[in-house]
């Protein structure tokens, strides 16, 4: 399936490549045929994953099995993204539903996880016993996020998680976003995505961006979920307040089954949707197991999008600059590491896009600085200093 990338996607791998080693899953990873077998076959030989998770977790489980055998009808090798419970018989070792619960119940996903692992063992940062060999934890949300504040998003769930990775050294923990649930840009499902986007960017984690897959169809050209799009991909197309198109029927019904996409059955979904989040498992596994894409970004190309941010580090004034905006607003955003918003500006585009910033006022350190003009994101780490 072929991906348009967009500037947003080009803008935020830059990001994380310059400043991080996070790894972020998104809609930007659901081309399969982008992940070579030999990454696929490496992290069947090399992971070991404890998953937990409720129904809409199980998005992932379905879009896995109806996967195999699509692929084995379209050229792959026969069987590659088999998984199993063990690894039996050369395939991924996923133990599905090895924890009980979902992120959402708090402190129920950290006790689950500590129990299934064991105590630390600091000669391989891994669990004990029965489950030692488990180096990749992965808890999805159900529909709980809608429902956070920023307070309880950091206590409820990003501290705990970074504990766990304190004490388990030797595991990889798989943040998620929730999925969609009707409230656009403004909703505050959509806020607190963007604290755990923010938060795992700035702090080097592994994110599935669960959200952000469900809000493209393969085109990647429309952001459903600023149209409203819900988890089964109904969204408003004329802003009326209707829900009143699927973007995953449209675009099933424009293309071949069996050859652009196949049919499964995801819990409170549509099968591409289902598509799409195991395009994105495979694509985060492979990661995990050491893959890098080739389709990198340069500085060179991250500048040829139009967008600056400088200085870096700055002081008391942050320039953005645009050399090609939309018309409309531009939307500048300023966010901690934690991922609470501390500046909001909004400006009037013209043709050649420059404004300033006042960041006086916040202390030294590192901050997460988001434009927005258009159909347009552009996303860079900033270091204040004084």
Same mark, same amino acid.
């Given at each position: 399936m072929k991906k348009i990338i967009t500037v947003f996607s080009?803008?935020?791998?830059?990001?994380?490549?310059?400043?991080?080693?996070?790894?972020?899953?998104?809609?930007?990873?659901?081309?399969?045929?982008?992940?070579?077998?030999?990454?696929?076959?490496?992290?069947?030989?090399?992971?070991?994953?404890?998953?937990?998770h409720t129904s809409h977790g199980s998005q992932l489980i379905t879009g896995m099995d109806g996967l195999i055998p699509f692929m084995n009808a379209n050229g792959y090798t026969n069987n590659l993204c088999t998984w199993n419970n063990g690894g039996t018989a050369g395939a991924l070792d996923l133990h599905d539903l090895a924890m009980g619960g979902d992120v959402g119940y708090y402190p129920d996903w950290v006790n689950n996880t500590r129990s299934y692992l064991g105590v630390p063992d600091p000669s391989t940062g891994r669990?004990?016993?029965?489950?030692?060999?488990?180096?990749v934890i992965i808890w999805s949300w159900c529909g709980q996020v809608s429902s956070q504040t920023e307070n309880s998003m950091i206590t409820n769930y990003l501290t705990p998680m970074s504990l766990l990775e304190t004490d388990y050294p030797g595991i990889q923990f798989v943040y998620m976003t929730g999925h969609l649930d009707g409230g656009g840009?403004?909703?505050?499902?959509?806020?607190?995505?963007?604290?755990?986007?923010?938060?795992?960017?700035?702090?080097?984690?592994?994110?599935?961006?669960?959200?952000?897959?469900?809000?493209?169809?393969?085109?990647?050209?429309?952001? =459903?979920?600023?149209?409203?799009? #819900?988890? *089964?991909? /109904?969204?408003?197309?004329?802003? $009326?307040?209707?829900?009143?198109?699927?973007?995953?029927?449209?675009?099933?019904?424009?293309?071949?089954?069996?050859?652009?996409?196949?049919?499964?059955?995801?819990?409170?979904?549509?099968?591409?949707?289902?598509?799409?989040?195991?395009y994105a498992a495979w694509w985060l596994w492979a990661r995990l197991a050491g893959w890098s894409p080739t389709t990198s970004v340069s500085d060179g190309e991250q500048n040829s999008q139009g967008v600056s941010v400088f200085p870096n580090p700055a002081a008391d004034i942050l320039n953005i600059s645009?050399?090609?905006?939309?018309?409309?607003?531009?939307?500048?955003?300023?966010?901690?590491?934690q991922g609470k918003k501390l500046i909001s500006k909004q400006f009037d585009s013209n043709a050649s896009f420059q404004e300033?910033?006042?960041?006086?006022?916040?202390?030294?350190?590192? =901050?997460?600085?988001?434009?927005? #003009?258009? *159909?347009? /994101?552009?996303?860079?780490?900033? $270091?204040?200093?004084?």
């Open positions: 080009l803008a935020m791998l830059c990001v994380f490549q310059a400043f991080s080693q996070a790894i972020i899953v998104d809609h930007h990873c659901t081309d399969i045929s982008q992940v070579p077998e030999n990454a696929i076959q490496t992290a069947k030989q090399t992971l070991h994953i404890a998953y937990g669990g004990t016993g029965a489950n030692a060999d488990v180096n840009s403004a909703g505050n499902l959509n806020v607190r995505n963007e604290q755990i986007r923010t938060y795992c960017i700035a702090n080097n984690k592994r994110l599935y961006d669960f959200a952000d897959i469900e809000s493209y169809d393969p085109d990647g050209l429309v952001n =459903y979920m600023a149209l409203m799009a #819900n988890d *089964n991909c /109904d969204y408003d197309s004329d802003a $009326n307040g209707s829900l009143d198109k699927n973007w995953a029927t449209e675009w099933q019904n424009s293309h071949v089954v069996n050859v652009d996409w196949y049919n499964c059955s995801p819990a409170h979904s549509q099968a591409l949707n289902g598509n799409l989040k195991a645009i050399s090609n905006p939309a018309q409309g607003k531009v939307v500048v955003d300023v966010f901690d590491l300033s910033i006042d960041i006086s006022f916040l202390a030294a350190g590192s =901050y997460f600085v988001k434009t927005h #003009n258009g *159909n347009t /994101d552009f996303g860079a780490l900033v $270091n204040i200093v004084r």
